[in-house]
């Protein structure tokens, strides 16, 4: 059973400081996902990680795949306060008969404070 | 361009009464849908996905069900809600190992 785990849960920091999300997943997968969720509305997608190595950045944002740690973060440069959200993120899996799906970690609700 | 369609926003309803979610997807055919549950504080947790017309699979025990009639009508449903069944139900379809999601409809159940 593929489980995904992101630390921390809940994050507030300042605007203008550093910080990293991790997301680390227990079974082979070479598609991972970082989602955006703003309070009451769906998600919006952020990065595609395809590849071991891979490196996305937008923006104030920038993720990464390790696929031999099972481990992505989400990194994020000089936090502004429109990035106040909550950051999901998901791995991909496949099941017999063509099926495909997303198992998503518990979300890192983040409040950036001025 | 694609287009993924999910009615009604917001819905109350009290214990015991029936439930129907629908989601309409546009611009293209034959693709996985999904539903998601999240409830409050947690992450979002798979419901059911559907290949094709009349083909669903179920990952969790619960107290709802999923049908799809048509190629891209995927509906969520319940006899009897349950209070535990309140959350932020999304619906979404896959195609070319990309996820689309719905607007999302948030159930209270009271």
């Known amino acids: 059973e593929l489980k995904v785990e992101q630390n921390p849960l809940f994050l507030s920091m300042q605007e203008g400081k550093n910080y990293t999300i991790y997301c680390n997943y227990s079974?082979?997968?070479?598609?991972l996902y970082w989602y955006r969720q703003d309070p009451g509305k769906s998600l919006e997608s952020l990065f595609v990680l395809l590849s071991n190595g891979a490196v996305k950045q937008e923006g104030r944002l920038m993720a990464s795949l390790d696929t031999k740690a099972r481990l992505s973060t989400l990194h994020i440069t000089a936090a502004v306060h429109d990035l106040s959200a909550t950051y999901f993120c998901?791995?991909?899996?496949?099941?017999?008969?063509?099926?495909?799906?997303?198992?998503f970690g518990k979300g890192t609700h983040l409040i950036i404070q001025p | 361009s694609q287009t993924i369609h999910q009615w009604p926003a917001t819905l109350v309803q009290p214990v015991g009464s029936p439930l129907s979610l629908e989601c309409t997807v546009e611009g293209t055919s034959n693709p996985n849908l999904y539903w998601y549950r999240q409830a409050a504080g947690r992450g979002l947790q798979l419901l059911f996905y559907s290949v094709g017309i009349g083909q669903i699979s179920s990952e969790v025990p619960q107290n709802l069900s999923a049908s799809r009639p048509q190629d891209r009508q995927f509906i969520l449903s319940s006899k009897k809600l349950l209070l535990s069944d309140s959350g932020f139900y999304l619906c979404?379809?896959?195609?070319?190992?990309?996820?689309?999601f719905g607007q999302g409809t948030r159930l209270t159940v009271v």
């Open positions: 998901a791995v991909e899996w496949y099941s017999g008969g063509g099926a495909d799906g997303l198992t």
């Open positions: 979404a379809w896959s195609e070319k190992r990309k996820a689309f």
């Open positions: 079974t082979t997968s070479d598609r």
